[in-house]
């Protein structure tokens, strides 16, 4: 049975349900630093808290609905679910994970 195939390598839209948010990672600039201890060079301990953009709400949200499209909320990371479905990323939260929003002055 071919279901999935036709859909390899196309990119696909995603709509969030059940008060997910669909994020988009906020990429930080690497810094370099001195090791002491040989490590690989891409190699990182990953971060606890972390920004993403907001790309989708639910409709179902309570707190965070499509006016907040586009803003800056800081998460827990480990509780940011990365789905890899056909080449097609997505990174979905529930909305009572997020800390709140983060803005320039």
Known sequence: MKLLSSNLGVRMKFKPFNRHLLLEPILEEKKEKQN????????????????????????DCTQLDNSDIGKMIIVNNIMVEEVDVNDNIFYLLLENHVYGTMAEE
């Open 36 to 59: 002491t201890i040989l490590v690989p060079e891409d190699y990182s301990t990953p971060k606890r808290y972390k920004a993403y953009k907001i790309v989708a709400a639910a409709q």
